[in-house]
């Protein structure tokens, strides 16, 4: 029992649990934007708010396109408000920051090994190099 006790305490476990809150919190969320606030833009510039009604039949069997293509348009709003809310500014932020953060390594010119800036010697081939200079 204590392992069982040990494995549900794990950081790893608890970071997948609340991932998964988060991340039905905020798919609730998408969703209620896309079909209270987009689906209804949509339509006020459309005849058709919602596709459902569009079908066609074979022989005895009826194929109900519309649902499909209210799923396809419904998945292509979520995925363009995720990336345009998410993902891009994600991307910008984490952009900003990696180019604050200043290496601490450089190239020796003899091995092509990653040594330390400051380093007099390669560690690798133990080429003599000119120290950089570091901030």
């Known amino acids: 029992m204590n392992g069982f ?10 970071d997948l649990a609340v ?48 649902t499909f293509l209210n799923a396809v348009i419904s998945f292509l709003m979520v995925a363009a408000v995720i990336y345009f809310l ?5 991307a910008h932020i984490k952009e900003r920051t990696a180019a604050k953060v200043e290496s601490k390594t450089r190239e020796c010119p003899e091995c092509l090994s990653e040594i330390p800036k400051p380093a007099s010697r ?7 190099v000119t120290p950089a200079q570091t901030a």
Request: proline content about 4%; aromatic content about 14%; charged content about 10%.
């Open 5 to 14: 006790k040990k494995f549900l305490t794990q950081g790893n476990v608890i």
């Open 122 to 128: 390669c560690a690798f081939c133990s080429a003599q």
């Open 19 to 66: 991932a998964v809150v988060i991340g039905a919190a905020f798919t609730a969320l998408v969703q209620a934007f896309v079909g209270n606030l987009l689906t209804p833009l949509i339509s006020a510039f459309g005849s058709l708010p919602d596709f459902a009604s569009l079908r066609f039949t074979i022989g005895e069997s009826t194929f109900m396109y519309g």
């Open 86 to 90: 998410v993902v891009r500014p994600y």
